[in-house]
């Protein structure tokens, strides 16, 4: 989990590391189903910053309904070289989804 900041950046090295992604690495930034998927792509019009934090685009950030201070759950594939950044909202649907599954379809 990370927090987003009021310029869009989430900062977590560990991911980043994980993923062997440094400072100026390529990136593709995709929203799919509320989701954010980024993956490494050396023709990417994105990147890793200087300080080693990804930068959320406005657009994209808006999409997600992410604001200042929102937490993302942080997926990393490093076999696929993807971060899967789960907003609020993917989290909220996925765990009633969940929750529904477990109760029987009964929402208590």
Same mark, same amino acid.
């Given at each position: 989990?990370?927090?987003? /900041? ?34 490494? /792509? ?47 909202? *993917? ?10 599954? *477990? ?6």
């Amino acid at each position: 989990m990370a927090a987003v /900041d009021c310029r869009g950046r989430v900062a977590d090295r560990t991911v980043l590391t994980a993923l062997s992604w440094t400072p100026g690495t390529r990136l593709d930034i995709r929203e799919a189903r509320g989701l954010l998927l980024i993956r490494r /792509d050396d023709h990417g019009v994105f990147s890793v910053t200087r300080q080693g934090n990804l930068r959320l685009p406005a657009t994209l950030r808006h999409r997600c309904r992410l604001g200042p201070g929102d937490r993302v759950l942080l997926a990393a594939d490093p076999e696929q070289d993807l971060l899967i950044v789960h907003p609020p909202a *993917a989290l909220d649907d996925l765990l009633t989804q969940r929750h529904n599954e *477990a109760l029987g379809g009964d929402p208590a």
